[in-house]
């Protein structure tokens, strides 16, 4: 039987097909179907010589394996550095992807600058023309003595310029530009990026190269090409964040030497990123005074105490179907408090439209603000303001019940810090604070569920 000489494949899914059909049957994605020209099968000369290099790699006992000595190089970013787990590690590969405009390239430009001081660093655009790279890298301030620049999109001339200058770091602006002449699709498909990174990935393994790769998102907000991208690299970085918003946020989806729990939290100015040490202040700053519908949460991100805004809307609705809108908090999350609120305290939110916004563009996916969120509803409903000095965190079960929450004396210290006087926590957890350690003016209030908070709406 004749092997086609050409078939279709599914730029979102990978999906095969030996037709072109406008709708791929696996994903639903319409005109994803790109044509591809099928390969000659390798002869079985080449494919026994292939296995009799494969057989020269021998078993070694594991008692005679030596433990790798794995160093460090500082990004000369400490936010970076936290999230990577205290520096990039030599001979890793790095997948960094976000929203186009986000500030991917400035933040690797910045990377250069202190990098190219004392180590060399390639850096591969297929994007952007040098004169464009040299305007970013003067705006910020970038002058690496070390940091070579390359406008290509060639995987087999990258390699080569590697071969020449022997980089330290090597910088791939984006892994969906490159293309290999050995594949016949298109540059950004998928039989491309597995391959291009393929090759770079190698190289950084068996050189001890640091390889950066930059990666496209799709419209869902996932990383653009095969999922087994994000397999091959040994950490994948999702730069967060609204283009009109000044805050970014870093945050690790993968890590084989660090963990995932932690976030690195940026500002965009004229200068490039900033790093924001103390993140929790500047969320707070014009934080409004006296006004319902508004409660401070601190949530934890890896080993760090975060405190935001969460502010709640509700209004009269005319509609059969309320409207709700969430930005910055689960869809579903915010259905399951309002739930809870009107079963178990009869409040008629399902008369009301509802709208719940996190200030300074964070997401907060911890149960422990859902304290917070139910008592930003409740303040709204009731149009009484929150005292400006509470904060609250605990997770709400169905039952109306507060559940206990990780490292409540973490949030506590923190929001003492920040000048909170009134801390409403889970029972539990107020327990296990010992309150000599805090100032006089400080109120712990252990809550058993959503009926204890209502107390505090009677005091007001």
Wanted: proline fraction near 4%; glycine fraction near 10%; hydrophobic fraction near 40%.
């Amino acid at each position: 039987m004749k092997q086609p000489k050409s078939y279709y494949e599914c730029s979102e899914c990978g999906y095969r097909s030996a037709k072109w059909m406008g709708r791929c049957p696996s994903c639903n994605e319409w005109n994803t179907l790109e044509e591809h020209i099928t390969q000659s099968a390798p002869s079985a000369s080449v494919s026994r010589g292939a296995s009799v290099v494969l057989g020269e790699n021998r078993a070694v006992k594991f008692s005679e394996l030596e433990m790798p000595e794995y160093m460090r190089s500082l990004t000369g970013m400490g936010e970076l550095d936290r999230v990577l787990g205290g520096g990039i590690v030599d001979g890793s590969a790095v997948l960094i992807a976000g929203e186009p405009g986000i500030g991917k390239s400035t933040l690797l430009m910045q990377i250069c600058g202190v990098l190219g001081q004392n180590k060399k660093v390639l850096y591969v655009s297929g994007e952007e023309s040098s004169g464009q790279l040299k305007y970013r890298a003067k705006r910020i301030g970038v002058s690496g003595e070390m940091l070579y620049i390359m406008t290509e999109t060639s995987l087999e001339r990258i390699l080569a310029e590697c071969e020449n200058i022997s980089p330290d770091f090597l910088i791939v602006d984006s892994i969906q530009t490159v293309f290999s002449d050995s594949v016949s699709a298109s540059a950004g498909s998928l039989t491309q990026v597995k391959e291009c990174a393929a090759r770079f990935i190698s190289m950084a393994k068996t050189k001890g190269v640091v390889v950066l790769i930059v990666g496209h998102v799709n419209k869902e907000g996932n990383i653009a090409g095969p999922k087994v991208l994000e397999h091959m690299v040994d950490a994948v970085l999702s730069f967060e964040g609204d283009r009109q918003q000044l805050f970014r946020v870093i945050r690790a989806s993968k890590n084989r030497y660090g963990s995932t729990n932690e976030i690195g939290v940026f500002e965009m100015t004229g200068e490039g990123l900033r790093e924001v040490e103390n993140p929790s202040e500047m969320l707070l700053a014009g934080r409004p005074k006296n006004i319902s519908g508004n409660c401070a949460v601190c949530v934890m991100e890896g080993s760090r105490p975060i405190i935001s805004e969460i502010q709640a809307l509700t209004s009269t609705s005319f509609l059969s179907s309320p409207r709700r809108t969430s930005n910055g908090i689960d869809y579903n999350r915010m259905y399951l408090i309002l739930a809870v609120l009107e079963k178990r305290l009869g409040l008629r939110f399902s008369t009301c439209d509802a709208y719940l916004n996190v200030i300074g563009g964070l997401r907060l996916d911890e149960p422990a603000a859902d304290m917070a969120i139910a008592l930003a509803l409740l303040s709204s409903m009731k149009d009484i303001p929150l005292p400006d000095d509470l904060i609250a965190f605990g997770e709400v079960g169905l039952a109306g019940e507060c559940r206990s929450v990780s490292a409540p004396e973490i949030r506590v210290n923190e929001a003492v810090r920040l000048g909170f006087t009134k801390i409403i926590l889970p029972k539990k957890d107020a327990s296990r604070i010992d309150a000599s350690k805090l100032p006089e003016d400080t109120e712990i209030i252990g809550v058993g569920g959503i009926f204890d908070a209502l107390k505090i709406f009677s005091k007001q």
